[in-house]
């Protein structure tokens, strides 16, 4: 059993920046982690993933290059830093720990959601 605990939401101006943190409970060893968006009206989507155990990345084409997926093994705690924020990068953020991929049905467990909103 794994718990996700999210932090670091808020407002912030486009062109600034957040960091979300997701701190796990159990046993992450061997799992993803992943962020997914959801802005209103859209279906949830993956912006960034990262292996737990090997550290290797995915992001997606939109925010490659602006956000930076990392972990703290010691601590089980998961960072989306988000720099160079863009209205369009507003939702609802998930962080998620599951086999991997790139659609929200690969992972089971899920934080419950962190408020990024990015104004003009």
């Known amino acids: 059993q794994v718990q996700l605990v999210e932090s670091g939401g808020g407002l912030v101006q486009a062109g600034g920046s957040l960091r979300l943190s997701c701190a796990a409970s159990?046993?992450?060893?061997?799992?993803?982690m992943a962020w997914f968006r959801q802005a209103p009206g859209k279906e949830r989507e993956i912006v960034a993933s990262?292996?737990?155990?090997?550290?290797?990345?995915y992001y997606a084409d939109s925010v490659k290059g602006r956000f930076t997926i990392s972990r703290d093994g010691a601590e089980k705690t998961g960072y989306l830093q988000m720099n160079s924020l863009k209205p369009e990068d507003t939702g609802v953020y998930y962080c998620?720990?599951?086999?991997?991929?790139?659609?929200?049905?690969?992972?089971?467990?899920w934080g419950q959601g962190s408020q990024v909103t990015v104004s003009s």
């Open positions: 990262i292996r737990w155990t090997s550290g290797t990345t």
């Open positions: 159990g046993r992450i060893s061997g799992s993803v």
């Open positions: 998620a720990a599951g086999v991997g991929g790139t659609r929200r049905y690969y992972y089971d467990y």
